[in-house]
């Protein structure tokens, strides 16, 4: 029997009938999980108590099935449609023929490298859409030449006119699709998988992809599409698929099993389509059991109901089935015994806690100290006494404060050094006061430079008192006065201008002019040693005051 590699290797003896087709993709018992963070879920009594998601707060790696057990085989120059609820699988079915996700089991076979869409990923949207056809076309492998020749006739088909010049990001998904469509079917792909492509455009541009996908499926390749047009499938596929929960329904001639599934649509049997609740639908298409039988390829037709190839029965105790039953009993079982460890190790580090205060105690009792052979009575057991508080130094830092008004305030800077103290407090007013009865600020230190504190300018002077108290009550205090400066206001003489005398003037008498004396000859004296001239104290000048005229109104001096 020939194995599914020589089914899809050329020269094989699959090939050797002329008249069989050629598988292109076989998808063998394939099954795509996810392993995701799940919190928040509520969890029973017991699992709070035996699972370790309890000390995770609920928060544990789960595994989320995708795809479960999907199997089928695509013969060249089919169009397979594939339909199914959101969520159902079908574009993780997609991807996993595409080689984007391995499968986690099974194994998907395929002739040539599938194609989804081509080139979504290529495509830059700051480009525009002509720049983003030719790198889309690079990216298939056309040279530049091929890629240059092509342009025109991708965007005539895109029919985005004027836009084609245009940056992609400003396209709508509408435009942006069309472009990637016929960016991705401009080339004859062996396999092409289209992920809900004939949903976008208007009616004339759908049938213009229907056109392409019937040209490519001619030209011997196979095309897969997905959509939840019913309409469009029937136009360009004769075969469906019909995923549901991850795993394959029917799979046959497409006005059945989309009959199928439209009716099942309208009466899905549950709260919300696709819910965990819902049973799984019935359906005279359903596939049969899991596993290829290669050697059955070559005689049956692709365009018969069933799957290529599969053999086995639609029992319940179909091997699909009883698999998935031996995994949850082998989960079951895991499950079990982590709950059994857990409660095994729980109960062992109990008791060795148990026992470890045992032995300390015991060792404990056993290594006490003997009782003291009795002495003279100590004195160290009796409290000390406890030592008066002592001011060492109170003061400040100015005796006067120089105040613009009396409604104006200042600061003063107290310094104190105290030993023995509990509680500091300072006080301030007309004669010392006790600062811990009438505070200021308490709470202080006991050691403290230049603490700043109010001096009210209305008093003429303030007494600011500092009491220190010990763990006894015992309190003592000591004061320090600052007095106020106010400015001195300084009285101004008013100056009056002389006023002019009203009676008339006189002439001023004339000074009696007196004759020079006649000078007297003297005579020579013996001459003496010179002596140093005694300095005379120098008197200052008598100036007399200025004499008003008033007749003249001039003032001589």
């Known amino acids: 029997m020939a194995s599914v590699t020589d089914l899809l290797l050329p020269g094989t003896r699959a090939e050797s009938t002329a008249d069989a087709p050629r598988p292109m993709i ?59 609820h959101n969520g159902s699988g079908k574009s993780t079915l997609f991807r996993a023929m595409t080689g984007l996700i391995p499968p986690s089991e099974g ?6 490298r599938p194609v989804l869409l081509g080139v979504n990923a290529a495509l830059v949207p700051e480009l525009s859409g002509e720049n983003n056809i030719r790198l889309g076309l690079l ?67 759908r ?36 995923v549901h929960k991850g795993e394959l ?48 390829i070559a005689d049956d037709s692709p365009r018969t109901g069933g799957a290529v190839g599969l ?43 148990v026992a470890a205060g045992a032995i300390i105690g015991t060792l404990s009792s056993v290594a006490a100290p003997a009782e003291p052979e009795p002495s003279a009575p100590s004195t160290a057991s009796t409290p000390e006494a406890v030592a008066d508080p002592v001011i060492q130094s109170f003061s400040t830092n100015v005796a006067t404060v120089e105040c613009a008004s009396e409604e104006a305030e200042a600061q003063v800077l107290l310094s104190w ?30 050691n403290l430079t230049d603490r700043a504190v109010p001096f009210s300018c209305a008093a003429e ?18 004061s320090a006065s600052v007095a106020r400066v106010l400015p001195v206001e300084t009285e101004e003489p008013d100056y009056e201008e002389p006023r002019p005398d009203p009676r008339p003037s006189q002439p001023a008498e004339p000074e009696p002019v007196t004759p020079p004396a006649p000078e007297v000859p003297v005579e020579p004296q013996p001459s003496t040693p010179p002596t140093e001239p005694t300095p005379e104290p120098t008197t200052p000048p008598i100036t007399e005051p200025p004499v008003f005229d008033p007749g003249t109104g001039a003032t001589t001096p």
């Open 107 to 112: 194994a998907i076979y395929a002739r040539d």
């Open 26 to 84: 076989v998808a063998d018992n394939v099954h795509v999980n996810y392993r995701v963070y799940a919190s928040g879920k509520r969890m029973t009594t017991r699992e709070s108590l035996t699972s370790l998601r309890s000390f995770r707060g609920g928060r544990d790696l789960q595994t989320v099935p995708a795809l479960r057990g999907v199997s089928f085989t695509a013969t060249e120059g089919e169009s397979i449609g594939v339909v199914g």
């Open 249 to 296: 329904i029917a799979d046959g001639p497409t006005d059945d099993v989309i009959a199928e599934y439209v009716a099942w649509t309208k009466n899905p049997g549950s709260n919300a389509v696709g819910a965990a609740s819902a049973p799984k639908p019935q359906t005279k298409n359903a596939p049969v059991a899991v596993g290829f039988d290669p050697g059955a």
């Open 417 to 446: 050094q105290i030993d023995d103290a509990e509680s500091v407090a300072i006080g301030a007013g007309d004669a010392q006061v006790d600062a811990l009865e009438l505070p200021i600020a308490a709470a202080l230190p006991a």
């Open 139 to 205: 990216a298939m492998g056309f040279s530049p030449e091929e890629a240059a020749a092509r342009v025109d006739e991708i965007a005539d088909f895109a029919e985005l006119n004027d836009f084609i010049y245009h940056p992609m990001r400003t396209y709508s998904s509408g435009m942006g699709a069309r472009l990637k469509f016929a960016i991705a079917s401009a080339k004859a792909h062996s396999i092409l998988l289209i992920d809900e492509a004939l949903a976008v455009g208007d009616r004339r541009f």
């Open 311 to 353: 053999a086995g029965s639609s029992t319940a105790d179909e091997p699909r089935a009883v698999a998935r039953r031996e995994r949850h009993r082998r989960a079951e079982q895991r499950t079990r015994k982590r709950s059994v460890l857990l409660m095994v190790l729980s109960g062992v580090a109990v008791l060795l806690a």
């Open 461 to 478: 002077a303030v007494v600011y008192t500092v009491t220190a108290e010990n763990a006894d009550g015992v309190r003592v205090s000591a």
């Open 207 to 242: 049938a213009k992809s229907e056109k392409r996908i019937n040209e490519l499926r001619d030209s011997a390749g196979l095309v897969m599409i997905v959509s939840h047009s019913t309409g469009s499938l029937k136009q360009t596929c004769e075969r469906v698929l019909w």
